[in-house]
């Protein structure tokens, strides 16, 4: 069984601050990876993917994959209370065609 | 651009009762289509999903079902519900060979 794990939180930083979101898989073979906003009582939407290693950067926000590790991090820059929300990490699964998703990590920014 | 829908909204049903979830997407043709089911406070299970009409690949048996009559519509079904089956049913879609996937807002249901 393919897993995804995510420390569940809260994770909480001061406003500001750098938010550093973390999650680990196991299939080596696995190649493209997502991160995911869900707001409270709200569906899920897409921050970012990352294929290769090494870091990649979308205004505030940064994803980074090391392959070798089996690790993909998000890190958040000048967090703000409106990004409160649980982060959900996903890695696709090349032979289901399908993602698997941890069960998220609940970020909390204090004003 | 495109856009997917979902209705209901939110549905209270008995146990026993049989179940209907819709989605729909506008603004492309031939996508891969997923269900998605987050039972309260867990992560999300995927249920279905399907790459093309009458197409259809389950990942978890159980009592539900799935079908896609029309290129761009995707319906969820049960038979008869049971308590179990409570959560917060998520339709998504991405884009003919592409894996980046794009939420519906979802339709939150509990059994009673």
């Known amino acids: 069984q393919k897993e995804v794990e995510q420390n569940s939180g809260p994770l909480s930083v001061p406003e500001g601050a750098i938010a550093s979101l973390n999650c680990t898989y196991s299939?080596?073979?696995?190649?493209?990876f997502f991160w995911y906003r869900q707001y409270s009582g709200k569906s899920p939407e897409l921050i970012m993917f990352i294929y290769s290693n090494g870091d990649k950067e979308d205004g505030r926000f940064t994803a980074q994959l090391n392959k070798a590790s089996q690790y993909v991090s998000l890190l958040i820059r000048d967090s703000q209370p409106s990004d409160s929300a649980t982060y959900l990490c996903?890695?696709?699964?090349?032979?289901?065609?399908?993602?698997?998703f941890g069960s998220g990590t609940r970020l909390q920014v204090q004003p | 651009s495109q856009t997917i829908h979902q209705w209901p909204a939110t549905l209270v049903q008995p146990v026993g009762s049989p179940l209907s979830l819709e989605c729909t997407v506008e603004g492309t043709s031939n996508p891969n289509l997923y269900w998605y089911r987050q039972a309260a406070g867990r992560g999300l299970q995927l249920l279905f999903y399907s790459i093309g009409i009458g197409q259809i690949s389950s990942e978890v048996p159980q009592n539900l079902s799935a079908s896609r009559p029309q290129d761009r519509q995707f319906i969820l079904s049960s038979k008869k519900l049971l308590l179990s089956d409570s959560g917060f049913y998520l339709c998504a879609w991405s884009p003919t060979g592409r894996e980046t996937q794009y939420f519906g807002p979802g339709t939150r249901l509990l059994v009673l």
């Open positions: 299939d080596r073979g696995s190649q493209s």
């Open positions: 996903a890695v696709m699964d090349t032979g289901r065609r399908a993602l698997t």
